[in-house]
């Protein structure tokens, strides 16, 4: 944990497959609006998130990677020194939760400990192609994963899904 200012500072690798909602998740956080137009992460953006909590404020500087195989060559420089993770997964998509074990296998390689938060997120569609009852990445043997369904199109500064996320990441950060 670092300190900026008096507010300790955290950073957070976002992973995961292109199209899965990663950016927009961020974004919708810090500005409230929701972006319908898809593109491309190149490399990594860095966004600074900040909360308020009973405890007093708290930054998570969040590495939001490229999900894309041909944006991310440099993916596991942005691993380095990472001390939580969240790794998004599209509930329409089979593909992108395929996926979720090797983004796993990713993170930990380069930062062995990690905590991470598993989000599957446009839970509201109801043509879904991953059922709740097939999600069980989590639930393995020695892995701190935590998993919360979303949905972004509906976040809002307030939205209890995106602040569940990262009261778990705070708690697990200490």
């Given at each position: ?104 296998r990713d ?11 598993l989000?599957?997120n ?10 709740a009852k ?37 708690h697990?950060?200490?």
């Open positions: 944990m670092a300190q900026e200012g008096d507010i300790p500072t955290f950073k957070c690798v976002l992973v995961g497959d292109g199209g899965t909602g990663k950016t927009t998740f961020v974004k919708r956080h810090m500005t409230g609006e929701f972006e319908k137009k898809y593109v491309a992460t190149l490399g990594v953006e860095v966004h600074p998130l900040i909360f308020h909590t009973n405890r007093g404020a708290i930054r998570f500087n969040v590495w939001d990677t490229a999900g894309q195989e041909k944006f991310g060559g440099l993916r596991d420089g942005y691993y380095i020194q990472g001390q939580c993770a969240i790794i998004m997964f599209d509930v329409t998509s089979r593909v992108t939760y395929k996926n979720v074990p090797n983004w796993h993170l930990v390689r380069v930062c062995e400990n990690i905590p991470i938060v989000c599957g446009k839970a509201d569609i109801k043509d879904r192609k991953v059922k097939l999600i069980v990445f989590h639930r393995k043997k020695n892995l701190q994963v935590s998993f919360f369904e979303i949905i972004v199109l509906f976040l809002n500064y307030k939205h209890i899904h995106i602040l569940n996320n990262f009261s778990v990441l705070r697990i950060c200490k």
